[in-house]
């Protein structure tokens, strides 16, 4: 059985989105793969063992090793990470949570001062060139939509093609399936919070490396200290694992409340997860229903 790179990715990404993390970096994966699909796998590593010569020994690395690639590196298979020097194969670094990586700011903004410092936060970003995104076929900063003062924001993972088009958050069809399960809850748009994780789309919309997320997540940082919501929506495996420090399974981080920056946090599937999976938006539901008890919300019309 052949594997082709397309149908490798779009396994790996589903994974990822159920919160199993390092599948690719990991010689013995820890998860069970469709019958015949590591068989296809072994097959393709061998035509190219006896296809490809030996490459010559590695030449000794002087140059610095930047987070950047260091990063890089530890997203290439196993054989190939063979010739790349031992610093640059170091398990990642385990993330830390929003909490840790600042203190709680001594005094609150007041409420009509909010949208003020939200422009300052992206007056800051300006046309931002911090991190690789920035040179990796971005055209605009999608920095957030909603009310500087709403009592619930939803936290995504970074921008795809639609958003980048518009300079908005969610308004491709995972967004239009976020708009719905937003009115579900009782709620419309414009009266809660939407941000990313990273502000620029990553390229053909892959999990945004370490580097880029921790690069990012000064501002979405203050954005959460600015708008001071007392219910955030982790949707999906990366937005949680940034936000509490932690790499778990969803499975193990839903339906439990978490800590942010003053806010209690609730994780549940990213839209375009369940735009693939529609058998888990009654799982999803549940998870919002538990938000919707915290706010005194009540359902409206029919859910998503």
Not at 91 to 96: F, G, Q
Not at 217 to 227: E, H, K, W, Y
Not at 237 to 248: E, H, K, S
Not at 254 to 267: E, L, N, P, T
Request: with cysteine; glycine share 6%; charged share 20%.
């Amino acid at each position: 059985m052949s594997v082709s790179p397309q149908q490798l990715r779009a396994y790996v990404d589903y994974l990822r989105d159920m919160g199993v993390y390092d599948l690719y970096r990991q010689d013995q994966p820890r998860v069970l793969l469709p019958e015949g699909f590591a068989a296809g796998l072994a097959s393709r590593s061998a035509e190219k063992r006896v296809s490809t010569p030996a490459p010559a020994p590695p030449k000794p690395v002087t140059q610095r090793v930047t987070p950047f690639a260091a990063a890089q590196a530890r997203t290439q298979p196993a054989a190939e990470r063979a010739e790349i020097p031992p610093e640059l194969q170091a398990p990642m670094a385990k993330p830390l949570s929003f909490d840790a990586l600042a203190p709680l700011p001594a005094a609150s903004i007041p409420a009509a001062e909010r949208g003020a410092a939200l422009a300052a936060i992206r007056a800051d970003i300006g046309d931002c060139t911090r991190c690789p995104l920035a040179y990796a076929g971005r055209h605009t900063i999608v920095f957030a939509d909603g009310d500087p003062n709403a009592k619930l924001m939803f936290v995504g993972e970074g921008p795809g093609a639609d958003e980048d088009a518009t300079g908005l958050p969610f308004v491709g069809k995972a967004g239009q399936l976020l708009n719905n399960m937003i009115v579900a809850m009782g709620v419309t748009r414009e009266q809660v919070y939407i941000a990313n994780i990273v502000k620029c789309r990553p390229p053909q919309n892959r999990t945004p490396e370490p580097v880029e997320a921790t690069t990012c997540s000064q501002f979405l940082l203050r954005q959460i200290d600015a708008v001071q919501p007392q219910v955030i929506v982790a949707l999906g495996a990366t937005a949680a694992t940034y936000l509490l420090g932690v790499r778990q399974s969803l499975a193990s981080l839903r339906g439990r409340w978490h800590s942010c920056r003053g806010a209690k946090v609730a994780v549940t599937y990213h839209p375009a997860f369940l735009l693939r999976d529609p058998r888990q938006k009654g799982e999803a539901w549940k998870d919002l229903q538990m938000v919707m008890a915290e706010l005194g919300l009540k359902r409206t019309v029919d859910r998503a």
